[in-house]
């Protein structure tokens, strides 16, 4: 019986058609199959209404049915979402349409629109929900739709929204809006999954296609700060990203490699004390740098200061940013033998959100 309406309608040799016509006039022409209905999917999932539901995907009670776990908790009581105006059966691919919704019934969020066009039999939508059962074993909707066969088609990824998660309509403040489900907005009950929205088995996050693969990071503006290392705590870097110039400004306050004798005396300061200043050209996430030492100054006073001559004999440094809060700097002072790593991150946090909204754009 269950083969009868698709058989009808596809890929069955002209007599066997014929002797179905003569036998069930009456059936054929004037019942809905019940595949197009809720009640073909019943044989397994058993009655919408009947509490508590046990989930054939997650095997845990979902502590209520089916029909009150969508129409309530998902859908706020918007019954012509999946009903249609007649009061007749429930379409699995078409409905009355809730408020804003398409009517399309349970594909509004068990299909995808992009899925369209590669079933023999239907529009097409539920090719997603069709290969989650064939993953499942289950490969029973492969006798009426060619697509629910993952030779014939592979269905858009995951992270493809069904139409009603991408049009809520109006008045549903539960409708799921994104297919990797990150905050959880696709889990309404039992484990904490949502739906295999492109049925290869995978669920949500745990999908590579919800994967989101970010673009190398790039120096931008935002980096401009106060940095240290915590391991060397009380020395570290002011640096500036100048995007006209396409240059950036450091300034790294330290001090001299060996502590300076005891009786040594300043009249500013630790006679210890040492700054010094670079700047260079970026491109990606990297900087170069010459080194500038300056001398000869004296504290708020003009003239007598001498810089480093020809730039770069002092030295380089390469800064190389890995994310808004963490770079390093590279150094390499010939004159005195030193070269090294130094990682860094900021001293506050409050300028990394500036920082990664211009990383975005
Ligand atoms: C032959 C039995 C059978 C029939 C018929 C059947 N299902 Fe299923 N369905 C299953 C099984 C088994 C699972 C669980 C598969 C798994 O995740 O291991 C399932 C899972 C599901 C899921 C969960 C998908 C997910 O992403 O977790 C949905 C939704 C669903 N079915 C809807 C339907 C609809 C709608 C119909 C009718 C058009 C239907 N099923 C017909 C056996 C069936
Ligand atoms: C998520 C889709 C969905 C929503 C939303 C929904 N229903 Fe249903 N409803 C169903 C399904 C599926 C059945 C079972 C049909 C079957 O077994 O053939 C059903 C069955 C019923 C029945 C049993 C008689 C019949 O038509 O089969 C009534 C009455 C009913 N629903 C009322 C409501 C009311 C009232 C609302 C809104 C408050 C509502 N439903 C919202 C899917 C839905
Ligand atoms: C507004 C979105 C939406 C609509 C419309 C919708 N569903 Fe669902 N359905 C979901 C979500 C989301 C889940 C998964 C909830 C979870 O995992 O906690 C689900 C789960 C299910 C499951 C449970 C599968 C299992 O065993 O784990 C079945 C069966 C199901 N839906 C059938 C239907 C049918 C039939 C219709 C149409 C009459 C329908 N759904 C309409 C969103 C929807
Ligand atoms: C006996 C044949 C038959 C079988 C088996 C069958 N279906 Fe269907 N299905 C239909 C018919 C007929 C329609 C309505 C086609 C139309 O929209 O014109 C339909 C429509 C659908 C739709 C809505 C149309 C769309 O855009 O995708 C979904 C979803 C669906 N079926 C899922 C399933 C799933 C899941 C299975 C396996 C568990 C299954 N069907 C097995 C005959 C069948
Ligand atoms: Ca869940
Ligand atoms: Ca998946
Ligand atoms: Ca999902």
Not at 57 to 76: F, K, Q
Not at 330 to 352: F, H, L
Request: proline share 7%; glycine share 12%.
């Amino acid at each position: 019986m269950q083969l009868l309406p698709c058989s009808v309608k596809k890929n069955v040799t002209p007599h066997i058609t014929l002797f179905i016509v003569m036998v069930m006039p009456a059936f054929l022409v004037f019942e809905a199959s019940a595949y197009e209905t809720y009640s073909g999917c019943a044989s397994c999932h058993g009655d919408f209404r009947s509490s508590p539901y046990i989930s054939l995907a997650d095997g845990t009670d979902w502590g209520n049915d089916l029909h009150d776990i969508h129409r309530v908790n998902i859908l706020s009581n918007d019954c012509n979402t999946c009903h249609t105006l007649n009061d007749g059966p429930v379409y699995i691919g078409s409905s009355n349409g809730g408020s804003g919704l398409s009517p399309i019934s349970c594909v509004g969020c068990h299909g995808r629109e992009e899925d369209m066009g590669n079933d023999s039999l239907s529009a097409g939508r539920g090719a997603g929900l069709r290969q989650h059962h064939a993953a499942a074993g289950q490969t029973s909707c492969q006798s009426c739709h060619s697509d629910a066969n993952p030779s014939n088609y592979t269905p858009v990824g995951e992270d493809v929204l069904p139409e009603y998660f991408a049009n809520s309509g109006i008045n549903h403040p539960r409708m799921p809006i994104d297919s990797c489900n990150p905050g959880g907005g696709e889990d309404f009950a039992g484990a904490s999954t949502g739906l295999d929205n492109d049925g290869d088995g995978i669920y949500d996050s745990a999908d590579s296609d919800c994967t989101e693969v970010l673009p190398p990071f790039k120096i931008n503006t935002g980096l401009s700060d106060a940095w240290y290392d915590p391991a060397t705590d009380g020395q570290g870097f002011f640096i500036t990203v100048l995007p006209d110039l396409g240059v950036v400004a450091l300034a790294w306050f330290t001090y001299d490699t060996e502590l300076p004798p005891e009786d040594a005396t300043s009249n500013l300061g630790d006679p210890g004390n040492r700054w010094m200043t670079a700047s260079g050209p970026y491109a990606d996430n990297q900087a170069v740098l010459n080194i500038v030492l300056t001398s000869g100054g004296i504290f708020d006073t003009p003239g007598g200061v001498e810089r480093t001559d020809p730039p770069g004999s002092d030295g380089t440094l390469v800064v190389t940013f890995e994310s808004c809060n963490s770079g390093t700097v590279e150094y390499d002072i010939p004159s005195i033998d030193k070269q090294g790593t130094v990682p860094i991150q900021r001293v506050a946090d409050d300028n990394i959100a500036i920082c990664e909204a211009l990383n975005t754009e």
